[in-house]
């Protein structure tokens, strides 16, 4: 399986960089979205809060997120499953994707950081936390969004469906990850967000198995 999982990322990669415009139009999203927020919430005046300059980092990279994850499985099309469906397990499948859609959403929510400190400025006090909230919480989304994107596949392609699906397990990790981003903000000791973490840490855990366990069954239909 770990042969399998390597070639598929290996062949996710190889399809992105052939087609670059995918990339490169989310990432125009997430600068052109905090130039954006610099313009029209007051920032450039120096009027910015630290819980807004929160909240809008988490939102614009949710939205990166929902971009870039959405295409896991709407691009395959059904020739190309059919032979996916030949040569690898759907385990090793749903793994490949999720790793891949980890790397590229930590990509973006790493990007997002930079660009929101170059423009918007930096009050992060405590770096260490922060970025490991930003792991978990890029790893939290792309797990949800994969699966939820390999069901709305079988739907049509469905995109309400997706967003009903998604929304009631995206929700709690895009709130648990701004509670951990303020208390980092803040500057707070790192034991105050420890029960917050291992929370966090628990969905993305029971999502990823519930896609493990859950995707062979979706696979074969």
């Known amino acids: 399986m770990l042969k399998e999982i390597t070639v598929l990322i290996k062949k996710e990669l190889t399809l992105e960089w052939r087609q670059k415009y995918a990339l490169n139009g989310i990432l125009l999203y997430v600068v052109s979205a905090v130039f954006i927020t610099y313009l029209s919430v007051g920032a450039k005046q120096g009027n910015l809060s630290v819980p807004t300059w929160n909240a809008l980092y988490w939102i614009i990279i949710l939205f990166s997120a929902v971009n870039a994850v959405a295409k896991s499985f709407v691009q395959e099309h059904q020739g190309r499953q059919l032979y996916y469906y030949m040569i690898a397990s759907p ?55 994969t699966m939820v994107s390999g069901i709305a596949s079988k739907a049509s392609n469905n995109a309400t469906l997706m967003a009903i699906l998604s929304f009631p397990v995206i929700i709690p990790i895009l709130l648990m990850a701004i509670s951990i981003s303020k208390n980092a903000i803040d500057g707070l000791d790192p034991s105050v967000s420890v029960d917050k973490l291992i929370s966090l840490l628990a969905i993305n855990a029971i999502v990823s198995v519930t896609a493990y366990i859950l995707f062979p069954y979706l696979w074969r239909s």
């Open 91 to 145: 385990e090793a499948i749903i793994l490949s994707k999720i790793i891949y859609n980890s790397l590229l959403t930590l990509v973006l929510a790493l990007l997002g950081y930079l660009v929101f400190s170059i423009i918007l400025g930096n009050p992060v006090q405590d770096q260490g936390m922060f970025l490991l909230n930003l792991v978990l919480g890029a790893l939290g989304f792309s797990a949800c969004l």
